[in-house]
């Protein structure tokens, strides 16, 4: 979602961007008609003056509509997947010197430490930008970067139904 809002945004000025996003907003959020909130930001002001940033989603409508399938409780995990995609990627640096693991044991000796070293220097960098911010020393930290995501229960429960076998 993140990219294909930013896909839509980029060929409209500063000045308008904020009102576009709004209305795109209506877009993704849709409960069930999406394709109508689509159709109807084309017919706005906005529309008709960037109907690039409509065609964008028209064009990436197909990997889109899997998105709409889900709750909004869902949508709001899914929204950016950002986190997923830097752990994924200092993971990946981890593994790839290894050809093959003989046993599921041997990943786990070999990615959770990997882990824990990228959690502690997240949390470096956290309290770092913390003093430089001025925010007192006892304030508790987080193991996530960003706000905090309420309602994993339900968003797990409806991937697990959505996914059989996936998710444990």
């Known amino acids: ?3 294909l809002i930013r896909n839509s945004l980029r060929p409209v000025p500063r000045k308008h961007r904020a009102a576009v996003a709004a209305e795109l907003r209506k877009v993704y ?3 069930d008609a999406a394709l109508d909130a689509l159709a109807a930001f084309a ?3 906005l529309g008709r003056r960037y109907p690039q940033a409509a065609r964008i989603w028209e064009t990436a409508w197909e990997r889109f509509v899997p998105f709409l399938a889900f709750t909004p409780a869902v949508r709001k995990l899914l929204y950016t997947t950002n986190s997923i995609e830097s ?3 200092q993971l990946r640096k981890v593994t790839k010197a290894r050809g093959h693991f003989p046993t599921d044991d041997a990943v786990v000796k070999l990615l959770w430490p990997a882990i824990v070293n990228i959690e502690d ?4 960098q956290r309290a770092a930008r913390a003093r430089q911010d001025g925010i007192r020393a006892g304030y508790p930290g987080r193991l996530i970067e960003g706000t905090k995501t309420y309602g994993w229960t339900d968003a797990l429960n409806e991937l697990a139904a959505a996914y059989p076998g996936r998710i444990r």
Do not use: N
């Not at 220097?121 to 470096?124: D, I």
């Open 1 to 3: 979602m993140v990219h």
């Open 29 to 31: 959020t849709a409960p």
């Open 43 to 45: 017919g706005t002001d």
């Open 87 to 89: 752990l994924s990627y």
């Open 121 to 124: 220097k997240r949390a470096r």
